[in-house]
């Protein structure tokens, strides 16, 4: 059993980014944290201890099972009080031209490992009658993601399992909130190898910690989802009443190779 004094947040895909962000509101606001990603933790670490948080790290790919144990192994019989799974990442080009091992590993890092950690977590949860989750999801899975088809469809997935998985847990003291970025300026893009895109070269694209600051707000609320940002929200309404074929059609323009120099 792991000895954490104050409550505690386990925050995956925390190495940057949103789930950096997310990592730095759980210290500010008292909680230890244990971080979980892929990459290394060294910049994470450094602006972590500016704050003098309490900082523990597992270094996992949560894409296996193996990743996901090493992480349930380190939490241990501690009681979790936030879980942020915020570990994800996109793939871009169209789907019969990707590596289909790259493509699988899109699925099972945004949804089999992110189900394998919300599955143990939820139970303990649920069991110590309190605790709250914050999924990132994505406005992508509003909408087909025409040469981003993996990623937008693992989202749309995410987005709506959020919802359910929250409806079955009302009445337990665990809330759930998914979290559902737009375009955010961070290495997103370049590890999806989307650089020469319109959507990867955008201009303006909002900061994680704009992102993270009304994702940790809402968690904190008790809120079912939140789309991050006004812009987001309005391209998230009209997702909702364009036909499908045409939302296609519209993401291609912005990521479809070489789109960039258009």
Same mark, same amino acid.
């Given at each position: 059993?792991?000895?954490?004094?104050?409550?505690?947040?386990?925050?995956?895909?925390?190495?940057?980014?949103?789930?950096?962000?997310?990592?730095?509101?759980?210290?500010?606001?008292?909680?230890?944290? =244990? =971080?979980?990603?892929? #990459?290394?933790?060294?910049?994470?670490?450094?602006?972590?201890?500016?704050?003098?948080?309490?900082?523990?790290?597992?270094?996992?790919?949560?894409?296996?099972?193996?990743?996901?144990?090493? =992480?349930?192994?380190?939490?241990?019989?501690?009681?979790?009080?936030?879980?942020?799974?915020? %570990?994800?990442?996109?793939?871009?080009?169209?789907?019969?031209?990707?590596?289909?091992?790259?493509?699988?590993?899109?699925?099972?890092?945004?949804?089999?490992g992110t189900l394998h950690l919300l599955?143990?977590?939820?139970?303990?949860?649920?069991?110590?009658?309190?605790?709250?989750?914050?999924?990132?999801?994505?406005?992508?899975?509003?909408?087909?993601?025409?040469?981003?088809?993996?990623?937008?469809?693992?989202?749309?997935?995410?987005?709506?399992?959020?919802?359910?998985?929250?409806?079955?847990?009302?009445?337990?003291?665990?809330?759930?909130?998914?979290?559902?970025?737009?375009?955010?300026?961070?290495?997103?893009?370049?590890?999806?190898? =989307?650089?020469?895109?319109?959507?990867?070269?955008?201009?303006?694209?909002?900061?994680? %910690?704009?992102?993270?600051?009304?994702?940790?707000?809402?968690?904190?609320?008790?809120?079912?989802?939140?789309? %991050?940002?006004? #812009?987001?929200?309005?391209?998230?309404?009209?997702?909702?009443?364009?036909? %499908?074929?045409?939302?296609?059609?519209?993401? #291609?323009?912005?990521?479809?190779?070489?789109?960039?120099?258009?």
């Open positions: 059993m792991n000895d954490y004094e104050r409550p505690l947040a386990v925050v995956t895909g925390a190495s940057s980014g949103i789930g950096l962000e997310l990592a730095k509101l759980c210290a500010k606001n008292g909680f230890e944290l =244990l =971080l979980a990603a892929d #990459r290394s933790f060294e910049s994470a670490l450094d602006q972590l201890a500016e704050l003098e948080a309490e900082v523990d790290t597992v270094d996992a790919d949560l894409a296996t099972t193996e990743g996901v144990d090493a =992480l349930l192994a380190r939490i241990g019989d501690s009681r979790v009080d936030v879980l942020i799974a915020n %570990a994800g990442h996109g793939l871009g080009k169209g789907f019969l031209d990707q590596d289909f091992d790259e493509a699988r590993h899109v699925v099972d890092t945004n949804v089999t599955h143990a977590v939820g139970r303990a949860m649920r069991a110590q009658s309190g605790g709250r989750i914050l999924i990132t999801g994505s406005i992508a899975g509003f909408m087909p993601g025409t040469f981003q088809a993996v990623y937008n469809g693992t989202k749309a997935f995410i987005d709506s399992f959020s919802w359910a998985f929250r409806n079955e847990l009302k009445d337990t003291g665990v809330t759930v909130t998914c979290l559902m970025p737009g375009v955010t300026d961070t290495e997103f893009f370049e590890r999806a190898d =989307l650089m020469d895109t319109k959507v990867g070269t955008q201009e303006n694209k909002m900061s994680p %910690a704009e992102v993270a600051e009304i994702g940790f707000k809402a968690m904190m609320a008790g809120e079912g989802d939140v789309v %991050a940002g006004f #812009r987001n929200k309005v391209e998230a309404a009209m997702a909702s009443v364009t036909p %499908a074929a045409r939302l296609a059609e519209q993401h #291609r323009k912005i990521a479809e190779p070489g789109s960039a120099k258009d």
